[in-house]
């Protein structure tokens, strides 16, 4: 299994650790983030593979950053 670049978005510390910990048994590179602007700021600066995001947290909601990246990366 190839090993990934996970963004993980969450802003339950307790659910962000435990999904922290099995990707990284998994050997997947895991950076994680606890609300949503923290996510858009760390997707403007670094590539990751797989985003992982929760959909309700503060700032601004996993839903609002996945539009916001879409619109700045153009139709693909």
Known sequence: MPVL???LAEDDEA???LAQMTLEDQGHSVTEVADGVQALATLMHQPFD???MDINMPGLSGLQ???LVR???GPN
Request: a positive charge.
């Open 5 to 7: 670049r996970i963004l």
């Open 71 to 73: 619109s700045s990366n």
């Open 65 to 67: 950053v996945a539009q």
């Open 50 to 52: 797989v985003v992982l």
């Open 15 to 17: 659910n962000r650790r």
